[in-house]
T-cell receptor, first 113, second 112 residues
Framework: NAGVTQTPKFQVLKTGQSMTLQCAQD?????MYWYRQDPGMGLRLIYY???????DKGEVPNGYNVSRLNKREFSLRLESAAPSQTSVYFC????????????FGPGTRLTVL | LAKTTQPISMDSYEGQEVNITCSHN???????ITWYQQFPSQGPRFIIQ???TKVTNEVASLFIPADRKSSTLSLPRVSLSDTAVYYC?????????????FGTGTRLLVSP
């Protein structure tokens, strides 16, 4: 049981390049989330997927797109990377109805030059 | 979504009890209070969650007064490994889906 996994761990992009961050969970959770965390700051929600087949914008969605590929996988795409998107990106998932909690992946450290 | 306010930083020494208080004046009836811990270069990790009164687990205790407008995370006998950022969050857990708002958290530094 790996929990939440993210790839890659590190990435350096040039301005204007595109890339996809991958996230997978093996806990059979319904909901998945993408956050970004800038230095010294808390996490900000980019996009979320309440259940398979649905996605919605969070607090800071501009410049990103997401795909809920299936129940396990939720990807985040940067179509044209900008230096302002330099951050650490965390994926999380949460489970069934009730007082459940979010489980976070190890993060992807992205630098856009 | 209810906003939370917590101290930016706290210092402690090994073996002491640490209490971190969080203010959430606009908490709603269905909201639960959850605390997460984050070590450098890692994702946040769930510590404890509660709705009212007191909750205790193997890691911490959570005290919530009757009006629920604040809560206190208590870490007994902290060690150096408890140095981390602690986030207080308030959200409706009744549906299982959580749209949580992380503030800047409380940076706890434990010294020898």
């Amino acid at each position: 049981n790996a929990g939440v996994t993210q790839t890659p761990k590190f990435q350096v992009l040039k301005t204007g390049q595109s890339m996809t961050l991958q996230c997978a969970q093996d806990m059979n959770h319904n909901s998945m989330y993408w956050y970004r965390q800038d230095p010294g700051m808390g996490l900000r929600l980019i996009y979320y997927s309440a259940s398979e087949g649905t996605t919605d914008k969070g607090e800071v969605p501009n410049g990103y797109n997401v795909s809920r590929l299936n129940k396990r996988e939720f990807s985040l795409r940067l179509e044209s990377a900008a230096p302002s998107q330099t951050s650490v990106y965390f994926c999380a998932s949460s489970g069934l109805v009730g007082t459940d909690t979010q489980y976070f992946g190890p993060g992807t450290r992205l630098t856009v030059l | 979504l209810a906003k939370t306010t917590q101290p930016i930083s706290m210092d402690s020494y090994e073996g002491q009890e640490v209490n971190i208080t969080c203010s959430h004046n606009n908490i709603a009836t269905n909201d639960y209070i959850t605390w997460y811990q984050q070590f450098p270069s890692q994702g946040p990790r769930f510590i404890i969650q509660g709705y009212k009164t007191k909750v205790t687990n193997e890691v911490a205790s959570l005290f919530i007064p009757a009006d629920r407008k604040s809560s206190t995370l208590s870490l007994p006998r902290v060690s150096l490994s408890d140095t981390a950022v602690y986030y207080c969050l308030v959200g409706d857990m009744s549906t299982g889906f959580q749209k949580l708002v992380f503030g800047t958290g409380t940076r706890l530094l434990v010294s020898p």
